[in-house]
Structures are given as structure tokens and as C-alpha cells.
């Protein structure tokens, strides 16, 4: 039989499991993962939200009980949103500053049951925005100063409470200056902030508005968040945000953005964190629904994939369920 001549063969390097082990480049660990919670009022009540199959609205007690088990799992961090009925939400989302709201008070329950597990809360105004959007709205403008101040005082709420880290995910400019120099002047030097420093105005956050009943009541988020079409925006986002004190950039969302993730990568020597949205877990989970696709196999090939691009965290609904598939 006739062999050729080759002077590289690159299939020596997956000839066996053992070897394709040695050589592999780039693996995802619990470690890497943020798992993104959503919480109602109430006792003992969980929701299961349509669009995300495997995700849920919990009570304080079962979120809870649930981070504990993220925990358990090696998963160090999760992401806390509020869903508030219609009558606690207005203009000016006055309760988003409110100590004893529900986000500040599942903050208290975490750190009190999991001290260990880092929190990470939600700096906008969209859960408690009777308009849907994330900032102040007069007559059909954003208005972004204003805002600022909202977002500083909500950002002092939540670290009061307990938060380890804020994470602006509204898209108004001088945001993280503005939440920096409010905690700091409160105290709070040593909660960090996760900026959602690119962050598109994207259709893949569907089934998300869905679970807090947030979809903007007028208009669009165009006037704050980014064009899909933009890089050299991204970067110029990335760069006002670490210069402003963002300790960690975030790009948003995660699967169509890649490109934009390694971009940011490379010119930041902050930690980059990408967001696995939620219309990102619902097509693999409806795909998988149908018999479509091999769920495990593709959900790990995406979290791959953001590693790959040079993402140093992931926040994704799948958090638990792939940190249960890797004990
Ligand atoms: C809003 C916010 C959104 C998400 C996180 N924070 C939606 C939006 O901007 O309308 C989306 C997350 C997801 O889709 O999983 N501050």
C-alpha cells in the first residue's frame, strides 16, 4: 500500500482520546460561569418562564436554594433581576432605590445562607420603568444625566444590601464614572462593577423581556444601546468604561458578537465577560425540543466557543445544567 511522503500529519494529534486531551487548547470549568437568576415576591412559588425552558421566576427562599446549589456545583457567581408587578414601577423607578426592595432583600438572604457565592445585581432602570426602558423617558427621549443619578443611588441600594459587584446594563453615557464616584462617596470602595460596556440592541433579548414583563412600551432601545452593525463603537464603549472604573467589560450578546469579544480582548487588561443571552439558550433548547440538535453537545460547543474568542467569564442560563454535566 502506497504511503506518502507527508512532512506534517495533523491527525497524529487526535489519534486518541488521551492526545486530544494533551493538545486541547481552551476548556470551560464551573469556574467560568454566571448564572443568571430572576426573582418574584412571595414564598415557595416558581414560575417557569415559557421561552427559556429550564429557567424559572423564584421566591427569595427557592433562589436561594437554588444559588446554594450553583455554589455546590463550583459555580462562583450569580446574576439577580427583580420581576415587579405593574403597580411597583414608575417613571422614575423610585423603587429601584428602596432598601428593603426585593432585589436589596434577596441580596441580604444570599450573602446571609451563601456568604461565599459572589452576587452580582442589575444597574437599570428597565424592572422598575413603567416605559420599559432604562432610563428616564420624557416625552419620548431618554434623558441620560438624570438617569445617572437614579443609577447611582441604585448602585448604593444594592452594595448597602450586600452586592459584590454592580453590573450597568443601560447603555447611558458616563454611567460607570458616575456609579464609581456614588459608591465610593457611600463607602463602598470595594464593590467592583461588571459594565455591560457593549451591550446591542439586539432581538435575542425576547424571551429576557418576557420573564420581567419589560419590553419597552414605546419606541425601541436604539438611542442607547449599540447598532449590531459596530466595532470601532465597541471600542470606543470598552475604552470610556475602563477608563470611567469598570473592573470588568462585558460584551452583549454573546454567540453573533464573537468577533467583537476577541476585538475587546485584545485591547483591554480588564477581565472580559460575555452574556450567552437568552434567545441564545432558547433556540438550542427549542432546537433540542424537536429532536433538532444534540442539547449537551451543542450547549458546550457554544460556552467553547466564548472561551475560544477570548471571554474570561460567561453568564449564561445553562450555568447549572453544564456545571452538573462536568462533576
Ligand atoms: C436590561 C437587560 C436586558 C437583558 C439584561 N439586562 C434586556 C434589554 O436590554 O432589554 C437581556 C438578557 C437576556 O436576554 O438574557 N437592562
Known amino acids: 500500500m502506497a504511503t506518502y511522503d507527508l512532512p506534517e500529519r495533523p491527525r497524529r494529534n487526535r489519534r486518541t482520546d488521551a492526545v486530544r486531551r494533551l493538545v486541547r487548547e481552551h476548556q470551560v470549568t464551573p469556574a467560568d460561569l454566571i448564572w ?10 416558581c414560575e417557569p418562564i415559557g421561552s427559556m425552558p429550564g429557567q424559572a421566576r423564584l421566591t427569595r427562599d427557592l433562589l436561594v436554594a437554588a444559588a446554594r446549589r450553583a455554589h455546590d456545583l463550583g459555580v462562583p457567581a450569580v446574576a439577580l433581576f427583580p420581576a415587579l408587578p405593574d403597580d411597583l414601577k414608575d417613571p422614575v423607578g423610585t423603587e429601584s ?30 424592572p422598575y420603568s413603567s416605559d420599559g426602558h432604562d432610563g428616564i423617558v420624557r416625552d419620548g427621549e431618554i434623558i441620560n444625566d438624570e ?14 444590601a450586600g452586592a459584590d459587584i454592580v453590573a450597568p446594563s443601560d447603555m447611558m453615557d458616563g454611567r ?9 462617596a457611600a463607602g463602598h470602595s470595594n464593590t467592583g462593577i461588571l459594565a455591560y460596556s457593549v451591550k446591542y440592541a439586539s432581538a435575542f433579548y425576547g424571551p429576557f423581556r418576557e420573564a ?25 464603549e470598552v475604552r470610556l468604561d475602563v477608563a470611567e472604573g469598570a473592573d470588568i467589560v462585558m460584551v452583549k450578546p454573546g454567540l453573533p458578537y464573537l468577533d467583537v469579544v476577541r476585538a475587546v480582548k485584545d485591547a483591554v487588561d480588564v477581565p472580559v465577560a460575555v452574556y450567552n443571552v437568552s434567545g441564545e439558550y432558547a433556540m438550542v433548547k427549542a432546537a433540542a ?16 466557543a466564548f472561551k475560544r474568542a477570548g471571554a474570561d467569564m460567561i453568564l449564561t442560563y445553562a450555568a447549572v445544567e453544564v456545571a452538573e454535566r462536568m462533576q
Open 36 to 45: 443568571p437568576l430572576f426573582v418574584i415576591d412571595g414564598h415557595d412559588r
Open 97 to 126: 432605590t428602596n432598601p428593603d426592595g426585593l432585589l436589596q432583600r434577596t441580596v441580604r438572604d444570599l450573602k446571609d445562607a451563601v456568604p461565599e457565592l459572589c452576587v452580582i445585581t442589575d444597574v437599570a432602570l428597565d
Open 147 to 160: 438617569t445617572l443619578d437614579v443609577l447611582g443611588e441604585m448602585a448604593v441600594a444594592q452594595a448597602e
Open 176 to 184: 460607570v464614572g458616575a456609579i464609581r464616584a456614588a459608591l465610593d
Open 212 to 236: 420581567l414583563d419589560s419590553a419597552p412600551r414605546a419606541g425601541d432601545k436604539k438611542t442607547y444601546q449599540m447598532d449590531p452593525a459596530n466595532v470601532d463603537e465597541a471600542m470606543r
Open 289 to 304: 425540543a424537536n429532536g433538532w440538535l444534540d442539547e449537551e453537545l451543542v450547549m458546550a460547543e457554544c460556552l467553547l
